[in-house]
């Protein structure tokens, strides 16, 4: 069996991965290496170079907890440093999410905040001095003509008819370009490397361009900026970093980073790559999910649905349920593609710890027990947590009419079917045996409104004094001391687990999933939830796991589902379609 196929099988089962220790991991195994052989002077600095162009995803997380964590545990520094280098996508909003993504996951940066824009000068000048070595040169080509230059994987390519010009033409050029003398797009600075190299990134690759933008921190000081590649390395070397540890995709481009700094001369890191977090059911391209935010297929960067952080941490994922997470999948050489299933586990098994359990009826149906006190209250006790005896209990309001769930009771129930029907005795948790005796039903449609019953008084607490036992337990709410909410209910964005998979003549956006939310405006919760604050997660039993979301105010009460429990309903929904 391969080993795809076997973590669905695990998953399938409720069995979570394996975790891989991070004592064994092949990036720890060279740091430590290096350690031990006085590499760097025996010193551990990494960094985590976000460019500031979007919000951080479940992706960033992974690369984050590697580099912070690889830092801790080596009694090492970790830089934050924004690859601040292209002003026309970068936004001061993107630089402070992706602050507050990094603490939210528990990593601190203390003093060592950086960003390639306080390095332009200096960047500026190592530009300068590979023009003086005759390794690099101002070209005139367009972009598209230095695309036709660059040949193919098969082709070798041209050199530029511009490649060869004087040192101090080259000097004078790329001065004038700093004075802002050339529109946008007329010149570039490209390095001399080699148009026949079979690696496509090396063949002189444009290391400067004209921008004509304001910087968000720089302002209109520069009007041309480096490139990501000359950028990234010569900010590792500035910053003396020791491990540059990198996706995979930038395995092409260690040439690159390696050639610049052997070039100058300078401090040089070491560049490491590992495989990027590949995750079913969602996409990972900030390009992709800047087209989600700016087309409305979503309400935004924190939208519940997408795998930023930020809407993780609003749907109600916690930082360890995510740190967790990216244990357990490890750290790879190779690409491969993790299942939704995981990252659900993972939170399924913190909340399940920690989380308060409550009740809440999404589909209310009214209940009348006509034998229990109309003007009687009584205040019942209820477990807080079962996994934790130290989160206590709460007194929860009992009165004569209630709520249970619609989908608990049907009129004519299958074999499978335990729960509420007429003649039939269940337990209410908490609370008391009830057996239905009527049906009150809409007398223009034939839909169940109400349910009347009875209640055993001797079986107060959900147990029978003389022994006799029932199939099945409710939730629900008292109808007089319930609290209204709103309750969304979130699955999957896309339809398919690899969503870039798209038919012929269509994008990954013919994938979305047109059911992925589900709004319930007249749900039921109960009263200890009136004040509960923004962010605060609860299990709302047999339902799931919910968050308070941001738009829940005094007088509205909203929650996100988080994740669903377990389905222990499978089999009687499967014979309830039939």
């Known amino acids: 069996m391969n080993k795809e196929a076997d973590t669905r099988n695990r998953e399938a089962e409720d069995m979570p991965e394996p975790a891989v220790s991070p004592s064994y991991d092949f990036i720890r195994t060279i740091v430590k290496e290096d350690i031990e052989a006085g590499k760097y002077g025996g010193r551990v600095h990494t960094r985590f170079p976000p460019e500031p162009n979007g919000y951080l995803h479940i992706g960033h997380a992974k690369s984050i907890c590697l580099n912070f964590g690889i830092a801790s545990e080596f009694s090492g520094r970790c830089n934050l440093r924004f690859d601040d280098t292209n002003p026309i996508k970068e936004e001061v909003e993107y630089v402070e999410s992706i602050k507050k993504d990094v603490q939210w996951l528990g990593f601190a940066w203390d003093d060592t905040e950086y960003y390639a824009s306080d390095y332009f000068e200096h960047l500026y000048q190592y530009a300068a001095e590979l023009i003086n070595k005759g390794t690099a040169y101002v070209c005139d080509l367009t972009s598209q003509e230095i695309r036709e230059y660059r040949g193919t994987l098969t082709e070798p390519g041209r050199e530029s008819p511009y490649r060869n010009r004087p040192v101090d033409e080259n000097l004078e050029l790329f001065e004038r370009m700093r004075k802002g003398e050339f529109p946008d797009g007329s010149r570039t600075l490209r390095a001399k490397i080699d148009m026949k190299s079979g690696n496509i990134n090396m063949r002189d690759p444009v290391i400067y361009r004209i921008l004509h933008a304001a910087h968000h921190r720089s302002g209109d000081t520069w009007c041309i900026y480096p490139m990501y590649d000359f950028a990234h390395c010569f900010s590792d070397s500035i910053e003396k970093i020791t491990h540059s540890i990198c996706t995979l995709e930038f395995e092409d481009h260690r040439p690159l980073y390696d050639w610049f700094l052997d070039q100058l001369g300078v401090y040089h890191p070491q560049q490491i790559e590992f495989a990027r977090l590949n995750l079913s059911y969602t996409v990972l391209s900030k390009r992709k999910l800047i087209e989600l935010v700016e087309n409305g297929f979503v309400s935004g960067w924190d939208d519940p649905r997408m795998p930023t952080i930020s809407g993780l941490r609003r749907r109600g994922y916690t930082p360890e349920a995510v740190r967790n997470f990216c244990d357990r999948i490890g750290v790879a050489k190779r690409d491969s593609m993790v299942d939704m299933a995981l990252l659900e586990y993972c939170i399924r098994e913190d909340l399940n710890k920690q989380a308060p359990r409550v009740m809440a009826v999404l589909h209310p149906i009214r209940v009348v027990i006509e034998n229990y006190p109309a003007d009687l209250t009584e205040e019942l006790e209820a477990i807080n947590n079962p996994e934790d005896p130290a989160m206590g209990t709460r007194q929860v309001p009992f009165s004569r009419v209630l709520y249970i769930e619609h989908d608990d009771f049907l009129e004519k129930p299958p074999k499978q079917f335990y729960r509420l029907a007429p003649g039939r005795e269940v337990r209410l948790r908490y609370a008391y045996f009830i057996t239905c005796t009527d049906v009150i039903k809409d007398g223009k449609t034939g839909e169940v409104v109400e349910l009347r019953c009875t209640y055993d008084p001797a079986t107060r607490g959900g147990d029978s004094p003389d022994g ?111």
Do not use: M
């Open 468 to 578: 006799r036992k029932v199939k099945s337990t409710l939730h629900w709410v008292s109808a007089a001391h319930a609290c209204e909410a709103e309750v969304r209910l979130y699955d999957h964005l896309f339809t398919k687990a690899a969503p870039n998979e798209a038919v012929e003549g269509q994008d990954f956006k013919s994938n979305i999933n047109p059911n992925s939310l589900s709004i319930l405006k007249s749900c039921r919760v109960e009263q200890s939830l009136t004040s509960a604050p923004v962010g605060s997660f609860y299990q709302f039993e047999r339902q799931g796991y919910f968050c308070v979301d941001p738009d829940s105010s005094e007088s509205k009460l909203v929650f996100n589902r988080t994740v669903t429990l377990r389905d222990t309903w499978a089999k009687i929904q499967k014979a309830l379609k039939k």
